[in-house]
Every structure is written in structure tokens, then in C-alpha cells.
């Protein structure tokens, strides 16, 4: 059974740093792409990030680019999320994603059940 | 920048069909574009539906199909039930790694 664990969370300054992460278990890890999609309170989805099954491409909305890391240890089978500068409108719950492939990801085939990210002062 | 688009809400009545569409702000959707759908309860993580236009997802319901319509995708629900009122959402790929979700479709049931 495919299951994601989101941790990390939590209240975090503006400008200040926050790393999220993802155990993933019931796949090989290494073989699939994994993502990160976020939902503000009271709005909609809005994918984040993502990387292939290597690690050695990423992807990044632009409203995160130059502020948040997405990365991968393979071998303790866990994603991250590093979240640099966070600002307000970063405040979420940060859902893990599992790809559908190795390279890239077409569509999203499980879900974690997320992680709140509170960015306040 | 690429909008996706869904319309915001739609009710059905039980036992009744919706389709529920998503399109681009600019162009057409296409099978290229790899559309999937969505449910999310509230409180609840997102569900995977539909995928590649009209694959679907293990355990989900046949009352659940996707196409394309026209420019669009389309997600419909053939015989409505009460627990299918939820928040719904399509996803598109652009390429390049990129993925873009659409606002969501409230669908309420009565």
C-alpha cells in the first residue's frame, strides 16, 4: 500500500525557514517523480514543485522559484521541501504528491494528507 | 501566463448528470495537455479520478468518466449521489516538468 507522510509543518517568520518532508513507503521511490501542491486556506490547489525519480531535475511554480528547494534522499525513501523567505501568502497545507513516472510527472496517482504552514510574525 | 479554467460551481440533482469542463485561457486542451480530475471533500487530501482524459483511477465509480469536449476537458458524473458533492479539480500538463491546476468546480448535490 502506497502511503505519504507529510511533517514539518508549523509557524514560521516571514523571511525565516521551514523544511518540510515526505516518507513515502509501498514504491520504489527512486522510480517516480514526486511533487509538492499546496492549498491556501479556503482556496484551491496550486501545484508547487516537482523532480524526477533522480532527483537531478526539478521544476518550480514561479511563485515560489528562487525561494523554495525540492530535493530527494532515495535511500531513506523521503522527499523535502525547503522553504527559504516564506511570505504570507505561502501560508498552506503542503501536499506530497506521487508522479506516475520516473522523468516526469502527467498526473498525480497518491496523495499525503498535507502539512499546515503558518507564516506569520 | 496560462490560465486553467473551471467553472466555479454546479448543482445537480440526485440521480441526475453533470459535466463539469476545463479549458485554457488560451488554446484548446487536448489528450496532449495529459488531462486529469480530482476530488477533494473538505478536510480532505485531494483523490485521483481521472487520468490521461478518460482513465480511470483504481476504485473509482464508472457514474465517473472524462473526455474532451470540444477545446475542452470534461469530467462527467452520470447518476449523481449525495457523496459525490465535493470540490473537483483538473489538471493539465504544459510541458516541461510544469503542471497547472484549474480554480475548481464546487458540485453540490440536491
Known amino acids: 500500500e502506497v502511503q505519504l507522510l507529510e511533517s514539518g509543518g508549523g509557524l514560521v517568520q516571514p523571511g525565516g525557514s521551514l523544511r518540510l518532508s515526505c516518507a513515502a513507503s509501498g514504491f520504489i521511490f527512486s522510480s517516480y517523480a514526486m511533487s509538492w501542491v499546496r492549498q491556501a486556506p479556503g482556496k484551491g490547489l496550486e501545484w508547487v514543485s516537482a523532480?524526477?525519480?533522480?532527483?537531478?531535475?526539478?521544476h518550480y511554480a514561479d511563485s515560489v522559484k528562487g525561494r523554495f528547494t525540492i530535493s530527494r534522499d532515495n535511500s531513506k525513501n523521503t522527499l523535502y521541501l525547503q522553504m527559504n523567505s516564506p511570505r504570507a501568502e505561502d501560508t498552506a497545507i503542503y501536499y506530497c504528491a506521487k508522479g506516475d513516472q520516473l522523468l516526469r510527472i502527467y498526473y498525480f496517482d497518491y496523495w499525503g494528507q498535507g502539512t499546515l504552514v503558518t507564516v506569520s510574525s | 501566463q496560462t490560465v486553467v479554467t473551471q467553472e466555479p460551481s454546479f448543482s445537480v440533482s440526485p440521480g441526475g448528470t453533470v459535466t463539469l469542463t476545463c479549458g485554457l485561457s488560451?488554446?484548446?486542451?487536448?489528450?496532449?495537455?495529459?488531462p486529469s480530475w480530482y476530488q477533494q471533500t473538505p478536510g480532505q487530501a485531494p483523490r485521483t479520478l481521472i487520468y490521461n482524459t478518460n482513465t480511470r483511477s483504481s476504485g473509482v465509480p464508472n457514474r465517473f468518466s472524462g473526455s474532451i469536449l470540444g477545446n475542452k476537458a470534461a469530467l462527467t458524473i452520470t447518476g449523481a449521489q449525495a457523496d459525490d458533492e465535493s470540490d473537483y479539480y483538473c489538471v493539465l500538463y504544459m510541458g516541461s516538468g510544469i503542471s497547472v491546476f484549474g480554480g475548481g468546480t464546487k458540485v453540490t448535490v440536491l
Open positions: 523532480l524526477s525519480g533522480s532527483g537531478g531535475s526539478t
Open positions: 488560451s488554446g484548446s486542451v487536448s489528450t496532449g495537455y495529459y
